[in-house]
């Protein structure tokens, strides 16, 4: 199947494109588009429609099945895997070429599914944009598919909608948007007409501007289109995400490497023991097959079945603690991650505002519950509280906006009920919020007859609108402007918003129904400090995290007070040096950026661009880095990010579709135990590559040393691929049992370019290799001397079984790296236990089993000498326990001296 081509998109009339357009003065965009308020005519969007194109995202390149398929073929070890088949297929070992072939091939399937990933974001984008959009055209109103929007379209917005386009607004009666998705921010933002002078205002704060995407929730707008498809900011998005690449795991990266160094060290192996058998008269043809057995069994071919099989047993378990894995490999990169970039809202905190403080009038603290201060005329506060809203639904699914809702809670914990006190007090009037007056006013008739004004807003504007307040008593006492300033400025340092409610009492409605003159010679009510609270979860989540050694990081479009308040709370930051807003980010380049990144721990009002470059700038410093969030503007970094995390709940399908791994309960906690997992999952493949590389190791060195020792190449090459076959294939797989480590958490993540061999694990193999082979060695110059003249299988079968054996002790004893078997417990692993008993029980068949003794070329062995032969079998194991005790001495000898420090 050829590719397919991507959806074009003509570029505009040069006239028609406005850069920075919020800068721009609305009747100035008309004139530019050439457009006016009554629309333009059929004729003429229609020609715009054909020149530009529909508003739609451009869809991405479809790759062919078979070019997926062939590239699943390309990596090195995979093509070595493939090579050993051939041979073992050569050598009459159908069962194992049979079995490579099986691995390749669940591999390439796994390859192949994960290429749809990127096509599947990209759809999810385009489901996510407006369907129809209402406009105007040749002065008439009229509905039309979202995609037949051009350059100059006049769109009418009211709540509810979701805007279909980027646009510039040139009318706006209370509106407000919800824009969370696109910028972070948790609150609906009020919208006006008046232009922003900074044109390079972050998203956010672009006031005068509509989103494609985002949701109108309050008020009515008109706006002119000045962005369609992938020019609009959404399209700039799938753009990013598009371009953002594949990104290969940690696991990946050392299994590509160790299959090079392993290939190129199986070559000279077969090159090495061929020359050394012939220089000692050795049969061609036997020397030609032994050459190539070891190099078949020199590639642990279980080993992709090993990594697949213990990242899908980390996956089913993580299910039960809500997180669910797209993509296998991720479950070892996030246990790998350096640095965890999350988003604010709805990640660290709840995405509810709340009433976190309240004050009297007189700027006097009072409690959440305000029953439980002094009664008087305060009780007017909480009825304002209660009265003052439009809040609608039961209390466990309450609609409206989202600072009205935290006033409708608090009021109602304290017993101010909305129903009743509307009953008593019924709504006569209102004056709607707008952000010129930035108040919302609401006018209540009393049972004498007369009216009580209750008015809310911005607090600096409320107290200037005062003329006296209420104290804790009730009684009136004059405003004290310093102390109103102390409050409201140490409350929004506390990351607060701070709004405050006043009252006016006038004996008859204005006639003219203007409620504006009524605003003035208020009496201060109270004072509230609203928040989006943190998580309860998430400080412990984020010390377990700073414990583990990851660096959490928080990335928002939420206000920088805001952010570092949240921050301060949860210990991410300290102070305000650590943190950075998207205009400070946007002036530095990403060279001078990367010299400051790794000092900075919270990201306020930045875009979509800009969490990219966050993201890049950590990898390029040598982090891996996972990156959480759910909104539409996370997706360019959860895809870039070296494994990205979505929330499931809240989550877009964009983000979602975007991310390697989804937590389905929306709790950023749920990390901690994808971090465990991670780390215990790479732990256990770590703990095959030993057991599997020792084991090669030493049937090597038996092979090589033998005739430098003036004695025959011990095993067959039947024997080399049997114990490739037997070891490397049950023992091996269990690993992916293996429980987490005692002191998994409290150590620091694997250093991204570690090698596969560090922390001892290449010193590992070749000692205890050494040991292996010198056992099996001893064992062939004790047993040629007492084997019968002319039955040299004899002591064959002796050296045969001690390397055999000796490896089921050496898988034994590594399930730890640090604690004794008998720590650990022998029934703490049953796969493990039942595979080296079921190992133990066929390597005795192929010594006492007729039919095998002839297949195998064996022969049976005296019960004394199967008794030394295990015996000389557990002397690895017994050296690799006294290996571990002087590691934990070692520990122990650190912490103290750490302790002394």
């Known amino acids: 199947m050829p590719k397919q081509p991507s959806l074009v998109h003509t570029s505009p009339n040069p ?78 070992e159908i069962a194992d070429t049979i079995a490579i072939l099986v691995i390749v091939a669940l591999n390439a399937v796994i390859g192949v599914v994960q290429e749809y990933r990127a096509e599947r974001a990209m759809e999810a984008l385009r489901k996510m944009a407006a369907e129809t959009a209402t406009v105007r055209r040749d002065g008439q109103v009229t509905e039309i598919p979202a995609s037949q929007l051009t350059l100059g379209d006049i769109v009418l917005l009211d709540a509810g909608r979701i ?79 598009s371009s953002t690449g594949d990104v290969k795991t940690p696991l990946q990266k050392r299994l590509a490497q160790f299959g090079r160094q392993l290939g190129l060290a199986a070559l000279g ?10 220089m000692n008269g050795e049969d061609l043809l036997v020397m030609f097959l032994t050459a190539v057995s070891l190099a078949v069994a020199a590639v642990p071919e279980a080993l992709p079945a090993v990594a697949t099989i213990a990242l899908a047993f980390g996956a089913r378990r993580l299910v039960k603690a809500h997180t669910l894995v797209r993509k296998l490999p991720a479950v070892e990169t996030l246990g790998s991650v350096t640095y965890i970039c999350t988003d604010k809202t709805g990640t660290l905190t709840l995405n509810q505002m709340t009433a976190e403080r309240l004050a009297g ?58 129903a009743a006190l509307s009953a008593q007090f019924p709504r006569s009037a209102e004056l709607p919020f707008d952000s010129d007056r930035k ?77 504006g003159g009524l605003e003035c010679d208020l009496t201060l009510l109270g004072y509230v400090g609203l928040l989006d ?31 570092l308040a949240i921050a301060k709370r949860l210990g991410i930051a300290q102070h305000a040096d650590q943190m950075m807003t998207g205009t400070e980010l946007d002036a530095l380049t990403l060279e001078a950026f990367e010299g400051r990144v790794e000092g900075i721990r919270v990201y306020a009002r930045v875009a979509p661009e800009q969490k990219l470059k966050i993201v890049q700038a950590l990898q390029d410093r040598g982090e891996y880095v996972a990156m959480t969030g759910d909104g539409v503007n996370d997706a360019p970094a959860l895809a870039r990010a070296d494994i990205g995390v979505a929330m499931g709940i809240t989550g877009t399908d964009v983000a979602k579709e975007a991310a390697d791994m989804v937590l389905l309960d929306d709790n950023f906690s749920s990390i901690v135990s994808s971090v465990r997992e991670g780390r215990r999952i790479f732990d256990n493949i770590r703990k095959f590559i030993k057991y599997t590389m020792t084991s090669n190791s030493g049937e090597i060195w038996t092979i090589l040393l033998a005739p430098l020792l003036g004695m025959p190449i011990p095993l067959l090459p039947i024997h080399i691929l049997w114990i490739n076959l037997v070891t490397d294939g049950l023992p091996g797989l269990a690993y992916a049992s293996e429980p987490h480590e ?47 003249a002319g039955h040299d299988l004899y002591w064959r079968t002796m050296v045969f079984t001690v ?99």
């Open 15 to 92: 006239a028609y494109v406005i850069d920075a357009a919020h800068a721009v003065d609305a009747d100035q965009v008309l004139l530019r588009l050439e457009s006016s308020p009554q629309g333009l005519t059929d004729a003429e969007a229609h020609a715009r429609h054909e020149a530009i194109g529909p508003n739609d995202l451009p869809e991405g390149e479809v790759r062919s099945v078979a070019a997926m398929i062939i590239d699943q073929f390309k990596d090195f070890l995979i093509l070595l895997l493939l090579g050993a088949a051939v041979v073992s297929g050569v050598l009459g």
């Open 163 to 241: 805007v279909p386009a980027d646009m510039r607004l040139i009318e706006s009666a209370g509106l407000r948007a919800a824009e969370a998705t696109l910028t972070g921010e948790s609150l609906p933002v009020d919208k006006t007409v008046d232009t922003i002078s900074d044109a390079k205002a972050p998203l956010g704060d672009r006031t005068d501007m509509a989103f494609r995407s985002t949701q109108i929730v309050h008020g009515r707008g008109t706006g002119v289109v000045t962005g369609v498809g992938i020019t609009t900011e959404i399209g700039k998005i799938a753009k990013l995400l």
């Open 269 to 278: 192996l077969c090159t090495i023991v061929f020359v050394i058998g012939m």
């Open 361 to 418: 009038g007189d700027a006097s603290e009072l409690t959440l519950r305000l029953h439980e201060n002094s009664t008087g005329e305060e009780s007017w506060f909480g009825r304002a509280l209660a009265l003052s809203n439009d809040v609608d639904g039961a209390d466990d699914s309450l609609i409206g906006d989202p600072t009205e809702i935290a006033f409708y809670r608090v009021a109602a914990e304290s017993g101010y009920e909305r």
């Open 439 to 515: 108040l919302m006013s609401t006018a209540h008739e009393l049972p004498d007859g007369t009216y009580m004004l209750l008015t809310k807003g911005a607090a600096e504007t409320m107290v200037e609108r005062s003329v006296d307040a209420l104290d804790a008593t009730g009684g009136r006492v004059a405003i004290n402007p310093a102390m109103a300033t102390a409050r409201i400025d140490g409350w929004s340092a506390e990351g607060l918003r701070v709004l405050a409610f006043g009252m006016r009492r006038f004996d008859s409605l204005p006639d003219d129904g203007d409620m």
């Open 533 to 563: 609270p943190p998580r309860e979860e998430a400080l412990e989540a984020v010390t377990t995290c700073k414990h583990a050694g990851i660096i959490p990081v928080m990335i928002t479009g939420d206000h920088p007070a805001t952010a």
């Open 742 to 788: 005692k002191n998994l958490m409290d150590r620091a993540p694997r250093a991204p370019k570690e090698s596969i061999f560090a922390d001892g694990l290449g010193v590992h193999l070749i000692w205890v290799g050494l040991l292996m082979g010198g056992a099996s060695l001893f064992m062939q110059a004790w047993a040629m001397p007492q084997a019968p």
């Open 803 to 901: 390397l055999c054996l000796s490896q089921m002790g050496h898988a034994l004893a590594i399930r730890s790296d640090r604690q004794s078997l008998f720590q650990v417990g022998l029934f703490s692993n049953m796969p493990m236990l039942g595979a080296v008993l079921l190992t133990f029980l066929l390597q005795l068949a192929t010594i006492y089993v007729p039919f095998m003794q002839v297949v195998f070329k064996t022969e049976a062995l005296s019960l004394r000498d199967l008794l030394i032969a295990l015996a000389l079998s557990t002397v690895v194991f017994w050296a690799v326990e006294i290996e571990k005790w002087f590691k934990r001495r070692r520990d122990a000898q650190a912490a103290t001296l750490a302790e002394a420090l």
